[in-house]
C-alpha cells in the first residue's frame, strides 16, 4: 500500500496501538478516541490556547509566590514554625541534599520551565502568527517534561503532612496555602484543554 | 472515528507512526516531518530498557524499606521509623485510618507496579495470559500512578520542614527518603521505556479490532 507525502498528513496513527485512521473532523469540545484502546486522539476546544496561556500564567505566579511564601506553620507549646517551598528542599542536608535539589527541579524548576515553553510556543499561534523560532523543539521538550513536573502532587502532599501533623500540633495556614489547592484544579483543567494533535498540526509549517 | 474500511496498524502499512504528534511516515524515515522526533516502529530495546530500570527500581525500594524515612527527636527520645515501621505505629495508636492509606501508597502501589510492570514485559516475550485491553488498562494505570508515589518523598520535606521546634520536637528525613525517591525515578523511567505498541502485536501477529464500527463510542 501506498501514500502520497500530503495523504498522510491526513491519517493519524494511534501513539498508544499503532492503528491507522483517517483524521476525522472534530468539532470543539468533542473528542475522538481510538476505537481499539481508547486513547484520546483528537480533542479541540475553542480558544483553548488563550486559555492554556492564561492558565499557564496563573500556575507560573503560583509556583513563584509559593516558592518564596510560607505555606503551613505549626504551633506546640508556645514555639512557632513555618515553612515555605524553598525551607522544604533545604530539609534535606548532608547525605541528602541530592534530594534538595531534586525536590527544586520537580516543584518549582521543571514545571516553570514547561510552562514557560508552552507560552512560548502558543502565544505565536493565538495571534496567526507564524511560529516561534525553534517551536517544534520547544514543544517537544515541554512535552517530555509532563511527568516529571509534579507541583501538583506536592499540593497534595502538603494535604497528606497536615492530616499527619494535626495530631500532634495546632497547625496554621501561610499565606500560600491557598496556592496549591487553586493550583490543584488549574493543573487538571488545563490537562483537559491541552489538544496536542492540534497544536502539532499548526506547527507544521 | 472515522474509519477505513480495515484498520490495519501502521506496521502492516509499511508506515511507521510518530508517538508523539500520531503523524505517519513511511517505514525506515528517521525523524518525524511533522514534530521532530525520532521514529522506531517499535522499540527494539523496549524491553531491555524496562527491565534495566526495573531491576535498579528494585534495587532502590528494598533499601528504601530497610532504612529508617524519618527520624523524630522529642523531649521523651528519639524515635526512627521505617516505612512500614511508622504505619504499624499508627496503628498501634489507633490511627486504622491514616495506617491503612500510608501502607497503600508506600507499599501496595510500589510493589504492584514491579509487579505489573514485569508482567507487561513477561507477557510481550512470553505470550500473553491476558487480553490485550486488560494488559493496555494495566499499563496506563502504572503510566499515570508512578510519579504520585513521589508524594512520600514530598512529605517527608514537608514534615522535616515544618517540625523543627527547638527542644520539644524535630523531625529530619532518614536515609530511606533518598532511596525511595530513585526507586520512585527509576519505575518511572522503566514505565516510559516500555513501548505499549508491543501490547497490541500478539503472537499472532497484530490483530485489528473486528468491527471497529461497532465499538465507536
Known amino acids: 500500500m501506498h ?15 499503532d492503528l491507522v485512521y483517517r483524521a476525522p473532523a472534530v468539532a470543539a469540545r468533542e473528542r475522538a478516541y481510538c476505537a481499539r484502546c481508547h486513547t484520546v486522539l483528537i480533542a479541540p476546544r475553542r480558544k483553548a490556547g488563550k486559555q492554556l496561556i492564561a492558565l499557564a500564567l496563573t500556575v507560573l505566579i503560583l509556583i513563584a509566590a509559593a516558592t518564596v511564601f510560607p505555606f503551613l506553620a505549626i504551633g506546640a507549646g508556645g514555639v512557632r514554625h513555618e515553612a ?38 502558543l502565544a505565536p499561534i493565538i495571534r496567526d502568527r507564524p511560529p516561534a523560532p525553534r517551536a517544534k523543539a520547544a514543544f517537544r521538550l515541554s512535552e517530555a517534561l509532563v511527568p516529571w513536573s509534579m507541583a501538583e502532587i506536592f499540593a497534595l502532599g502538603c494535604a497528606v503532612a497536615l492530616v499527619k501533623l494535626s495530631d500532634l500540633a495546632e497547625v496554621f495556614f501561610g499565606p500560600a496555602a491557598w496556592l496549591f489547592a487553586a493550583l490543584v484544579v488549574i493543573v487538571v483543567a488545563s490537562d483537559r484543554l491541552m489538544c496536542r494533535y492540534s497544536i502539532w498540526t499548526s506547527l507544521k509549517e | 472515528m472515522d474509519l477505513p474500511e480495515r484498520v490495519k496498524t501502521a506496521r502492516e502499512q509499511g508506515l511507521v507512526g510518530c508517538t508523539r504528534c500520531t503523524r505517519p511516515s513511511p517505514a525506515g524515515t528517521p525523524h518525524c516531518p511533522r514534530c521532530g522526533s525520532r521514529l522506531q516502529s517499535r522499540d527494539a530495546m523496549s524491553l531491555q530498557k524496562v527491565w534495566a530500570w526495573w531491576l535498579v527500581g528494585l534495587g532502590c525500594y528494598i533499601p528504601a524499606n530497610v532504612y529508617p524515612m524519618l527520624e523524630t527527636r522529642t523531649l521523651v527520645g528519639t524515635q526512627s521509623d521505617t516505612i512500614v515501621g511508622g504505619a504499624v505505629d499508627l496503628a498501634r495508636h489507633g490511627n486504622w485510618g491514616v495506617a491503612m492509606i500510608i501502607l497503600v501508597a508506600s507499599v501496595l502501589i510500589p510493589v504492584g507496579k514491579f509487579v505489573v510492570l514485569a508482567g507487561l514485559a513477561i507477557g510481550v516475550r512470553h505470550g500473553p495470559q491476558i487480553s490485550e485491553a486488560w494488559r493496555h488498562r494495566l499499563y496506563e494505570v502504572v503510566e499515570y500512578i508512578g510519579r504520585w508515589s513521589m508524594i512520600d518523598v514530598f512529605v517527608v520535606a514537608i514534615l522535616s520542614a515544618l517540625v523543627q521546634l527547638q527542644a520539644l520536637a524535630t523531625i529530619t528525613p532518614g536515609r530511606a527518603s533518598l532511596f525511595f525517591a530513585l526507586s520512585v525515578i527509576f519505575t518511572m523511567l522503566s514505565a516510559q521505556s516500555f513501548d505499549s505498541r508491543l501490547i ?10 473486528r468491527n471497529p464500527k461497532e465499538r465507536i463510542a
Not at chain 1, 502520497?4 to 501513539?15: E, G
Open chain 1, 3 to 17: 501514500h502520497a507525502p500530503d495523504d498522510l498528513d491526513n491519517l493519524i496513527v494511534c501513539p498508544t496501538c
Open chain 1, 84 to 121: 515555605s517551598v524553598l525551607d522544604t528542599a533545604f530539609a534535606f542536608s548532608g547525605l541528602l541534599s541530592v534530594l534538595a535539589v531534586a525536590v527544586l527541579l520537580f516543584i518549582v524548576i521543571i514545571p516553570a520551565l514547561r510552562l514557560i515553553l508552552l507560552i512560548y510556543v
Open chain 2, 200 to 209: 497490541w502485536d500478539s503472537a499472532k501477529g497484530a490483530r485489528p479490532a
